[in-house]
């Protein structure tokens, strides 16, 4: 059982950064892939960001390339997220999650994941 604690949310203006970090319980944290989702009111859950057990692959959904960045340190067992240049359609609750499978592709989507965080609220006024 892995146990993830997300933390950093909170509230900001357009055009400003947060960094959301995503604490693991896992015994052997370089063995998950990591991912970042998000998730508003009546819509289905969001792909934002993975990143592979080393390190190597990160992948990110289209509406975050060049402004959002995922990172690791397994030293630590903690994958981060760092949002710059937020945008109003930013604004959700933050879930990171974690699966031990390997699985070809960019592991968008949320059935991969095995383990879930609590979600961070992350708001952006404009």
């Known amino acids: 059982q892995v146990q993830l604690v997300e933390s950093g949310g909170g509230l900001v203006q357009a055009g400003g950064s947060l960094r959301l970090s995503c604490a693991a319980s896992a015994r052997t944290f370089s063995r998950y892939a990591m991912g970042w989702f998000r998730q508003v009111p009546g819509k289905e859950r969001e792909f934002v960001a993975a990143i592979s057990g080393g390190g190597t692959y990160i992948y990110y959904a289209d509406s975050v390339k060049g402004r959002f960045t995922i990172s690791r340190d397994n030293a630590k067992n903690t994958v981060y997220l760092q949002m710059s240049s937020l945008k109003p359609e930013d604004a959700a609750v933050y879930y990171c999650?974690?699966?031990?499978?390997?699985?070809?592709?960019?592991?968008?989507?949320?059935?991969?994941?095995?383990?879930w965080g609590q979600g961070t609220q992350v708001t952006v006024s404009s």
């Open positions: 999650a974690a699966t031990p499978r390997y699985y070809s592709g960019s592991y968008s989507p949320a059935g991969q994941y095995d383990y």
